[in-house]
Structures are given as C-alpha cells and as structure tokens.
C-alpha cells in the first residue's frame, strides 16, 4: 500500500498494542463555553478524516474539522435541550506508556468496534467504520490559562466555583488571574471513553 490516511507509509509511525490484555480508560480533550454538567453521555461521530501527530502516529478526527483543522466538532446528546457541539483534538493511536491501548483505540471500543488493528491501514480501515456511530463517554471541564503556570488551570468541573444563583451548579468560569473582569472559561473535555464491546 503506497499511502496511508493520505500519508506516506515510510513516515507513519505503529505501535504493536497487546490487544488480549487491552486496559480500557480513556482521554481526550475538548473546548467549547458552557459545556453541560460533568457525566455520562452519548456523542454521534460525524464524517471521519485523519491526521499525523509530531511523533509520526496516525489520529483520527472523530467529526468535521473546526475552521483552524485543529480540532473535530462532535454533537454529543443533552437531555432536555438541543444537541451540544464539542470540540476535541484528534485521537492519537499512540500507544499510552502506562497500560495496553491508545485513545484512538478506546474510542473505536466505545463505539462499538472490536479494534485490533495490526497495522497503520487496518486502523484506519476501522475508524472508517465508526461514522455515523453513537459512544458513550465521560464528560468532564477543564480550564486552561497557561501551560507555564499550571497553577491557574482547573483539571475538573468540581475544581469551578459553585454558582451563586443556583448553588447546585458550578459557575462554567473562572476570573482570569491578572486580569480584573476577565474570564477563563470552562471547555468541555473527554475524561473516558466506556468500553462497549461485550468480553
């Protein structure tokens, strides 16, 4: 195969996951304002594109790419209300360093999908597959103000202020650390991905 996910096959970096002793967890990031309450919830997977990390891995965008191509836009299911729109960074299918499995292959799991991908193509086969598809995933905030300062970065939604209106919500801000009257605001990112393919 000359090309993979419209990338030379020399420079496609692969790592070998040792699929019977696959450690289900989950990762992943996202940005919006206003993201839903931390929980369980349902995402649908729009059309399928792919990427290349620095490192040379494949990565999957699990939904049509925002206008700076960064990230992908998927409608996850609210209760209530209108669909949300979440936006995450593509899903690396590098191998974690702490246990069997990658994020790419915790959400084609998600999905559905008994991945086990031996190569590069045959990932990107599967991912293909996805689309359309309903996972269901953890929801949780983060707020980013500086990589340099991690100090004045929030990792969870508990970590936001209560809401003085309603004290049973958290208030989806927080005030920026220098600047008096400006906001960081909270973004929604994938804490995991549940596992729904049956042992």
Same mark, same amino acid.
Request: overall charge negative; aromatic content about 12%.
């Given at each position: 195969m000359a090309d993979v996910a419209g990338f030379d096959v020399a420079e496609i970096v692969w790592d070998e996951i040792d699929y019977q002793n696959y450690d289900t967890g989950g990762g992943g990031s996202a940005k919006s304002y206003g993201p839903p309450p931390a929980g369980k919830y349902f995402g649908v997977v729009g059309p399928i594109s792919f990427g290349k990390t620095?490192?040379?891995h494949v990565s999957v965008f699990p939904g049509e790419k925002t206008e700076s191509g960064k990230q992908a836009i998927v409608?996850? *299911?609210v209760q209530g209300q209108d669909d949300y729109e979440m936006r995450i960074f593509p899903l690396s299918s590098k191998k974690y360093s702490n246990r069997q499995g990658s994020q790419a292959i915790d959400f084609l799991r998600a999905c559905g999908i008994d991945a086990q991908p031996k190569s590069?193509?045959?990932?990107v086969a599967l991912c293909k597959m996805a689309s359309g598809r309903?996972?269901?995933?953890?929801?949780?905030?983060e707020g980013f103000f500086s990589k340099d300062e991690p100090e004045h970065n929030k990792k969870?939604?508990?970590e936001f202020? *209560?809401?003085?209106?309603?004290?049973?919500?958290?208030q989806p801000w927080y005030p920026h650390p220098y600047e008096e009257g400006k906001r960081i605001w909270a973004r929604a990112r994938i804490a995991y991905f549940v596992d729904a393919v049956k042992k």
């Open positions: 620095a490192a040379g409608k996850v *299911k590069a193509d045959e990932f309903t996972f269901q995933f953890g929801l949780d905030w969870s939604m508990k202020a *209560k809401d003085e209106q309603d004290p049973s919500k958290h």
